[in-house]
Nanobody, 118 residues
Framework: QVQLVESGGGLVQAGGSLRLSCAAS????????MGWYRQAPGKQRELVVTVTNGGMTSYVDSVKGRFTISRDIAKNTVYLQMNSLKPEDTAVYYCNAVYGLGSGVEYWGQGTQVTVSS
């Protein structure tokens, strides 16, 4: 079992920045992928960004150029730097991690609220 603990959410004005953190209870050195998803009220959870073990990233179009994912393998932590935030970025953000071979085993964090005021 792997625990993912997110932090860094909060309330920010449009145009502002936040940095989310996701600390894993197991090493992420050989993890298949980690990423961030978000779910706004009344909407389905959507992928924001993922990063593979090899460092390849994939961003949803709506955050390209504004959000950046990074990893600190020594700390088993992945970050999401969010700049130029917009009200439509308001959502609960979830950390996701996939360990293992084949289809892997997927884990989720508890979520952290990000609210962007206009």
């Amino acid at each position: 079992q792997v625990q993912l603990v997110e932090s860094g959410g909060g309330l920010v004005q449009a145009g502002g920045s936040l940095r989310l953190s996701c600390a894993a209870s197991r090493s992420i050195l050989n993890i298949r992928a980690m990423g961030w998803y978000r779910q706004a009220p009344g909407k389905q959870r959507e992928l924001v960004v993922t990063v593979t073990n090899g460092g390849m990233t994939s961003y949803v179009d709506s955050v390209k150029g504004r959000f950046t994912i990074s990893r600190d393998i020594a700390k088993n932590t992945v970050y999401l730097q969010m700049n130029s935030l917009k009200p439509e970025d308001t959502a609960v953000y979830y950390c996701n991690a996939v360990y293992g071979l084949g289809s892997g085993v997927e884990y989720w964090g508890q979520g952290t609220q990000v609210t962007v005021s206009s």
